[in-house]
């Protein structure tokens, strides 16, 4: 039996409640060797002469070289002043005309030096993002050069100015998502609407509703509660059913950009992909993803139950699926406009990645176990040294979703420290 038909066999079997010997369970891809030798042949890619420009320019014929080179850096975050000098140098170049493969590698460029510049501001990184502020003609590539400088230390007298220089260069900045979303997130914060009417409202009848609560800081473990078709939320042994999920982006990316951390908001629960496949086990887990659409996301069957298609009547119609104290709520509205933006194929899964794959989870403690995502929402999977399953979230979210899930998930960040938001959850349900 080939591996993929034994993972296809033991998974099947988790999400039906009955789990086959811990041997059958053995995930190749899982073991100690095998994670070691994944994370080295990152490790193998990092050297002076591989970010070298002149030997290797940035054109289609390198595109997918140095798209494996940025993803390795992101892996492993090197602090050689030779990494990020090459990525300001990649960043002079979003002031000029590119071509197709010029444009993603510079995008990635942005992503993973928004990543690199937030915990290690470099005055090299600083001076090309401030450069694309003032030349770049990509409204998307200033609006995130301007939040990456936000996220490396600016000072809000800095924001101001840029703000201004931006608004100056784009008049009509307020009719470009990237650039209105970005200016709306570095507004004084909205009051927070009572957590309880969200609570008690229903998007659509006899529809199950995942809520997703998380703290403003997106480093900390977000924890996800299910109400029943019936308007019933879920118990076990007579506490209120939850699980932790993190919605870190590895880029360190605010939601409104590619790449980014999840965007509050609703979205429509409709299906799953099945898994696994030895080809994404690594990024995605060992069991079925579950599908999620952003409004107005190509492919979903029915966004309101009963009409056929996305959603219809753009912001007014987003609004009205939520109660009337959260419509007038900007941070809300996220999956709508970075649905708008193009962002999409959100999922709920778990992590086949060792959790020391990623050099950034070393800062992040309480959310040890994790990974983070480009987007998406990550559950709890590990394995032990032997490739066996110890333990995962996922199938107990299957399970009460059901083989073919629909419904809305509701992403909300709540002002609090993640520790305190189940009692204060149970605490408006009770009320």
């Not at 095998?34 to 890619?45: E, K, V």
């Not at 080809?279 to 069957?301: C, I, M, N, Q, T």
């Amino acid at each position: 039996m080939n591996p993929r038909n034994s993972l296809f066999i033991a998974a099947f079997a988790l999400f039906l409640g009955n789990a086959l010997p811990a041997q059958s369970q053995t995930v190749p891809l899982a073991t100690a060797e095998a994670r070691i030798r994944q994370r080295q042949d990152q490790l193998n890619l990092i050297s002076p002469a591989a970010y070298d420009l002149t030997r290797n320019p940035i054109n289609a014929q390198t595109e997918r070289r140095w798209r494996q080179l940025l993803w390795a850096t992101a892996v492993i975050e090197p602090q050689d002043a030779y990494v990020q000098d090459t990525i300001a140098q990649i960043l002079t170049l979003t002031s000029q005309k590119l071509t197709p493969p010029q444009t993603r590698i510079v995008e990635m460029a942005l992503q993973v030096g928004t990543q690199l510049y937030s915990t290690n501001p470099t005055s090299t990184l600083r001076e090309r993002f401030t450069q694309t502020i003032a030349q770049s003609s990509n409204p998307r590539w200033v609006a995130l050069s301007l939040s990456a400088l936000v996220k490396g230390g600016a000072t809000v007298q800095e924001q101001q100015q840029w703000i201004n220089q931006i608004a100056q260069r784009f008049p009509r900045w307020s009719e470009n998502v990237s650039l209105y979303t970005t200016f709306q997130d570095l507004a004084a914060p909205d009051r927070t609407p009572p957590v309880r009417d969200l609570l008690n409202w229903s998007i659509a009848p006899n529809q199950q509703q995942l809520y997703v609560f998380c703290s403003r800081d997106r480093a900390q473990l977000c924890s996800a509660f299910l109400k029943d078709r019936r308007g019933q939320f879920v118990r076990e042994n007579g506490r209120l059913w939850s699980i932790p999920l993190l919605t870190r982006s590895l880029h360190n990316l605010s939601w409104n950009f590619s790449r980014g951390y999840t965007p509050q908001g609703i979205y429509r629960i409709e299906g799953t992909i099945p898994q696994p496949d030895t080809d994404f086990f690594r990024a995605y887990g060992f069991f079925p993803l579950v599908k999620l659409f952003a409004p107005f996301e190509p492919g979903v069957r029915e966004f309101i139950p009963g009409r056929k298609g996305t959603l219809a009547g753009k912001l007014p119609g987003y609004n009205a699926l939520l109660p009337p104290s959260w419509r007038n709520y900007f941070p809300i509205q996220g999956s709508y406009w970075a649905g708008l933006a193009g962002r999409s194929e959100f999922r709920i899964h778990g992590s086949g990645e060792d959790p020391g794959f990623f050099t950034n989870n070393q800062r992040y403690p309480d959310s040890a176990g994790w990974n983070p995502a480009i987007g998406c929402l990550s559950a709890l999977e590990l394995y032990d040294e032997q490739g066996r399953l110890k333990t995962s979230d996922v199938p107990r979210l299957l399970n009460l979703l059901g083989a073919k899930p629909t419904g809305y998930l509701i992403v909300a960040e709540l002002p609090t420290d993640s520790r305190s938001i189940p009692a204060q959850i149970e605490a408006a349900i009770a009320r």
